[in-house]
T-cell receptor, first 110, second 113 residues
């Protein structure tokens, strides 16, 4: 079942902070975050694994609440380059595949 | 450049045509994926191959036929498509499984007329 992302869209000024949420009804083992700019391929940002292991980006942080099956992506002091659509992808234990959310469109204005 | 290439980048085909999409990864990964991305829709997984073996078919119509001759190459053969099949088709690769990040190719923009 597809995870639900919120908000669907957000507009910020450069330097402001953003939080994007991802929620699933399934018991998750991994949560991935990707960013896709218009006309480009999705790019990996962050992966969070059950048990606390985390791999990702220097300037972006994320959390994974295993009890609530929720993850949040934190973008602090946003830059113009952060604009794009952010997708979370979720995986259950032993799975070969990810199921992606519908995406959150982030627009950063000067 | 992510190490995953796709050709062609754009394709226009009629409903009676047969065409193929190609994906190649230069990352030494074992798993490869086909996704469909339509306007205002999430990434829809189509197929997963792990060590050349198909491990997922997400109820994809038979007019889409995947082929994975080795761990570096993945094809999507298309025949008698419908206009609603028009979309961006993305290939991705990973070490394997949902525990590892996926690297996406630039996609093929397909238009079915």
């Amino acid at each position: 079942q597809q995870p639900v992302q919120s908000p669907q869209a957000v507009i910020l000024r450069e330097g402001e902070d953003a939080v994007i949420n991802c929620s699933s009804s399934k018991a998750l083992y991994s949560v991935h975050w990707y960013r896709q700019k218009h006309g480009e391929a999705p790019v990996f940002l962050m992966i969070l694994l059950k048990g606390g292991e985390q791999k990702g980006h220097d300037k972006i942080s994320a959390s994974f609440n295993e009890k609530k099956q929720q993850s949040s992506l934190y973008l602090t002091a946003s830059q113009l380059s952060y604009s794009g659509t952010y997708f979370c992808g979720t995986g259950v234990q032993g799975a070969q595949k990810l199921v992606f959310g519908q995406g959150t469109r982030l627009t950063i204005n000067p | 450049e992510t190490g995953v290439t796709q050709t062609p980048r754009h394709l226009v085909m009629g409903m009676t045509n047969k065409k193929s999409l190609k994906c190649e990864q230069h990352l030494g990964h074992n798993a490869m994926y086909w996704y469909k991305q339509s306007a205002k829709k999430p990434l829809e997984l189509m197929f997963v191959y792990n060590f050349k073996e198909q491990t997922e078919n997400n109820s994809v119509p038979s007019r889409f036929s995947p082929e994975c001759p080795n761990s570096s190459h993945l094809f999507l053969h298309l025949h008698t498509l419908q206009p609603e099949d028009s979309a961006l088709y993305l290939c991705a690769s990973s070490i394997g499984g949902a525990n590892y990040e996926q690297y996406f190719g630039p996609g093929t923009r397909l238009t079915v007329t």
